[in-house]
């Protein structure tokens, strides 16, 4: 990285930090999608779903978004006070 100018430097910091940001959410997702599939697909799988599993899976996502949105907005009210 010694060859890089300041600039590139930079923007090579930014992309490498946008794809961290981009792995840890897919791995979220994953994990979560798991977790949903696991709690909420309790017979075989066919071509639709029940209407309890379809419920179940709307809400355990709709559960996911709104811890994931909730701990983005108190981590980044925790960086503000922190700096």
């Known amino acids: 990285m010694?060859?890089?100018d300041d600039?590139?430097?930079k923007e090579l910091g930014e992309f490498l930090e946008q794809e961290?940001?981009?792995a840890r959410m897919q791995s979220s997702v994953l994990q979560y999608t798991d977790m949903c599939w696991t709690?909420?697909?309790t017979g075989s799988v066919s071509t639709r779903?029940?209407?309890g599993e379809e419920s179940c899976l709307l809400n355990c996502v709709d559960r996911f978004l709104?811890?994931?949105l909730f701990i983005v907005?108190?981590?980044e009210?925790?960086?503000k006070e922190s700096a």
């Open 7 to 9: 600039a590139t430097k």
């Open 20 to 22: 961290q940001a981009r």
């Open 39 to 41: 709690k909420c697909i």
């Open 49 to 51: 779903f029940s209407r």
């Open 77 to 79: 009210a925790q960086r």
């Open 73 to 75: 907005n108190k981590l």
């Open 66 to 68: 709104d811890t994931s």
């Open 2 to 4: 010694d060859k890089f």
